[in-house]
C-alpha cells in the first residue's frame, strides 16, 4: 500500500484536471463575496424625516422646516429624523413647540436609493437596531454552517455537500427578495447564513483534498479570495444600476443559477472514498483525472489488491471510530505551549473577521460616493491577498502578520487625527487599512494550519472559526456607530489590531517546516520558552505515542495498531 500523496504523484501538478477543479471551484465563491456584503446596499438608511399628512410627500419638501425641528448630525444641521412639532387642535397647520414622534411614518429620500429593507419595514428611530441586527442574524448562521459543513461532509462526502448546499443557497437567496416582513427576511437571512457557509467548507475542502500541494496553497489564499474579491467588486456595479432592494437581490441571485451547472464537472474526493473503503470509485477518479491531463497511470495505483477493500474498509472504520475518542477539545489547554497557541490565534481570528467585516460595512458612512468607496474597497482586496500571496512564499510568517495588524491598526487610529475638510485622505487611509487587513483575512487561516498540531488541528481551527463568527457578529454593531460618529469605530479596530498585532510577536515561526502531529511538538511562545520536567515531559510525550500508535493506551491491540497502520497510509 503506497501512501496517497505518492500514489498520485504521476498526475503531476498542474494538468487540465487540476487547472478545471482549481477554476470550477474558486468561482463559486463569486456570488458569496457579493452576497455576504450586499447589506451595504441593502440596509442603507436613506436621509429621512417625520412624515406630516397635511404637506407634500417628497422628502424635504416645503414647509417641513416649520413643521420639524431640527438637529445636528456629523456637523450638519438636518430636519430631525425621529421628531416633528405637535400640530394644534383645529389650527389650520398651525404647530405648538412640543415635539411627538413620527405617528404617520417617514418620507424617505430617494436620491440614492428608490427602497432599501429600511424604508420597506421602515427600521428607523425605535426600531435603527433591527438593521445592523439583520446582518448579526446572517453572522449568526456562518458556525452554524461550519459545523453542518463538517458532520455532512464527513458522513455524505464532499461534493454531495457542496452541490447540495450551493443549489439550497442559491434557492434562499432568491426566496429573501420575497419576503413580506422583517421577520421572516431575518428567518430567511439566517438560512442563507447557514448555506453559504456551509458550501464554502465544503468547497474549500473538497478543493484541498483534490489539489496537489503547490496547487492546494495557491488554490487557498489565491484562487477562493481572488473570486471573492471579483464578487465584491461586482457588488457595486449591480447596486448602482439597480436601485430597487427587491429587484438586486434577485439580480444578485442569478450568477447562483448560472454557476450550478458547473458543479457537476467535479468529481467526489478520492480521499473520503479511501476513508469509506471505497478503493474502486477513488481509483476510477484518479485514472479519468489521468486520461485529462494525457497521462497513462499504473495497473494498480494503490498497489492493493481489491480483494481486500473490505478488510481495509472495516479497518479503516473502527480506527476512524477509535480515533474520534482519542483527542477531545479539552487537549487544547492540557498542556501550557497548545494552551497559549490556542488562545492568542482565537484572538487572532477574533480581530481580523472583526476589521475586515466593520470597516467593510462601514463604507456606506465614508465621506463620498458609496458606490465609489465600495469598489476601491473591493479594489483593495485584490492587492491585498496578491501581496500576502508573495510574502507567504518569501518573508517570515512572524514578520507578516504583526507587521500587517500594527500597521493596519496605526493606519486606522490616524483617521481621527484628519480634518473634516479632507475627506479623501481619510478614504484613503481606510482603503489601505482594509488592503492590509484583507490580505491578514486569507494569511491567518494558512498560519493557524501550521501552528496547531495534526491530532487537535480539527479542532483548534474549529474553535477559531467560533471566535471570528463571534466578531463578526458584533461587527454590524461597530459600522452603525459610524452613523453618529465617523471617527469612533476606526478608533477600536485600530486599538483592537494594535493588541492583537502586539500579541502575534509570540508566535513561534512555521515557514519551511514539515506540520507538526503530535502535541509535544508544538513549540513554545517567544517569550515563554518551557523547559518542561523530565516527568511532565515523559508523560506527555508517552501519551501522545500511546494515542498515536495504539501502544500502552487502553483498549489498544495489536488488532488496532494494524488498523492504525492501514490508516495511516491514506493521509
Not at 465584491?232 to 456595479?237: D, G, M, Q, R, V
Request: hydrophobic content about 45%; some cysteine; charged content about 15%.
Amino acid at each position: 500500500m503506497k501512501y496517497y500523496e505518492e500514489a498520485i504523484n504521476f498526475l503531476g501538478e498542474w494538468g487540465n484536471f487540476q487547472i478545471m477543479v482549481f477554476i470550477v471551484l474558486s468561482l463559486s465563491y463569486i456570488p458569496i463575496g457579493f452576497m455576504s456584503l450586499a447589506m451595504v446596499f441593502l440596509g442603507d438608511t436613506p436621509p429621512h424625516h417625520c412624515r406630516v399628512p397635511s404637506l407634500n410627500s417628497s422628502y424635504g419638501g416645503l414647509g417641513y422646516n416649520l413643521s420639524i425641528p431640527t438637529e445636528e448630525l456629523k456637523g450638519e444641521t438636518i430636519l430631525s429624523r425621529c421628531r416633528r412639532y405637535t400640530e394644534q387642535e383645529n389650527s389650520g397647520s398651525v404647530y405648538s413647540n412640543d415635539t411627538e414622534g413620527c405617528v404617520d411614518g417617514w418620507v424617505f429620500s430617494k436620491d440614492r436609493y428608490e427602497s432599501t429593507i429600511v424604508t420597506e419595514w421602515n427600521l428607523v428611530c425605535d426600531d435603527a437596531w433591527k438593521a445592523p441586527f439583520t446582518l448579526t442574524v446572517f453572522f449568526t448562521g456562518m458556525p452554524v454552517g461550519s459545523f453542518c459543513a463538517g458532520l455532512l461532509s464527513d458522513r455524505f462526502g464532499r461534493k454531495i455537500t457542496f452541490v447540495s448546499t450551493k443549489a439550497l443557497e442559491t434557492l434562499i437567496s432568491l426566496l429573501l427578495a420575497f419576503s413580506n416582513s422583517w421577520e421572516i427576511f431575518c428567518v430567511v437571512y439566517f438560512v442563507f447564513g447557514v448555506m453559504s457557509t456551509a458550501s464554502c467548507c465544503a468547497c474549500f475542502v473538497l478543493g484541498s483534498e483534490l489539489l496537489s500541494k503547490s496547487a492546494r496553497e495557491s488554490f487557498g489564499i489565491l484562487g477562493v479570495s481572488l473570486c471573492f474579491a471579483t464578487g465584491y467588486a461586482f457588488l457595486p456595479l449591480y447596486a448602482y444600476f439597480i436601485r430597487d432592494w427587491k429587484t438586486l437581490q434577485i439580480g444578485l441571485s442569478l450568477f447562483g443559477i448560472l454557476y450550478m451547472p458547473l458543479c457537476w464537472f467535479i468529481p467526489e474526493s478520492p480521499r473520503w472514498l479511501i476513508t469509506q473503503g471505497r478503493l474502486q470509485e477513488a481509483e476510477a477518479i484518479i485514472r479519468a483525472a489521468a486520461k485529462r491531463n494525457g497521462i497513462t497511470p499504473p495497473e494498480d495505483i494503490f498497489q492493493l489488491e481489491h480483494s481486500a477493500d473490505t478488510e481495509v474498509s472495516q479497518a479503516r472504520s473502527n480506527t476512524k471510530s477509535k480515533a474520534r475518542d482519542k483527542y477531545t477539545f479539552f487537549d487544547l489547554l492540557r498542556t501550557a505551549n497548545l494552551r497559549n497557541i490556542t488562545l492568542i490565534c482565537i484572538m487572532m481570528w477574533f480581530t481580523k473577521s472583526l476589521m475586515y467585516y466593520s470597516l467593510s460595512l462601514n463604507t456606506s458612512n465614508l465621506d463620498g460616493d458609496p458606490y465609489r468607496n465600495c469598489l476601491i474597497s473591493a479594489g483593495t482586496e485584490f492587492l491585498g491577498y496578491t501581496f500576502v500571496w508573495f510574502a507567504a512564499r518569501y518573508a517570515p510568517r512572524r514578520f507578516i502578520l504583526p507587521f500587517a495588524f500594527l500597521l493596519g491598526g496605526s493606519l486606522l487610529l490616524l483617521i481621527q487625527l484628519v480634518p473634516t475638510e479632507l475627506s479623501w485622505l481619510t478614504v484613503t487611509l481606510a482603503m489601505t487599512g482594509r488592503l492590509v487587513v484583507s490580505g491578514v483575512f486569507s494569511f491567518i487561516n494558512v498560519y493557524s494550519t501550521e501552528l496547531f498540531p495534526t491530532v487537535v488541528r480539527n479542532m483548534g481551527m474549529g474553535v477559531c472559526s467560533m471566535a471570528s463568527g463571534i466578531a463578526s457578529a458584533v461587527s454590524p454593531y461597530i459600522a452603525h456607530i459610524g452613523t453618529y460618529n465617523k471617527t469612533l469605530p476606526f478608533i477600536l479596530m485600530g486599538t483592537v489590531s494594535l493588541f492583537s498585532g502586539g500579541l502575534s510577536l509570540l508566535l513561534p515561526e512555521t515557514k519551511g517546516e514539515e506540520l507538526k502531529q503530535l502535541i509535544t511538538q508544538v513549540k513554545p511562545i517567544r517569550c515563554l520558552v518551557m523547559v518542561p520536567s523530565p516527568e511532565a515531559d515523559s508523560l506527555s510525550y508517552s501519551t501522545d505515542r500511546a494515542r498515536e500508535t495504539g501502544v500502552g493506551y487502553p483498549s489498544a491491540t495489536s488488532a488496532g495498531m494494524k488498523k492504525n497502520m492501514l490508516d495511516e497510509v491514506f493521509f
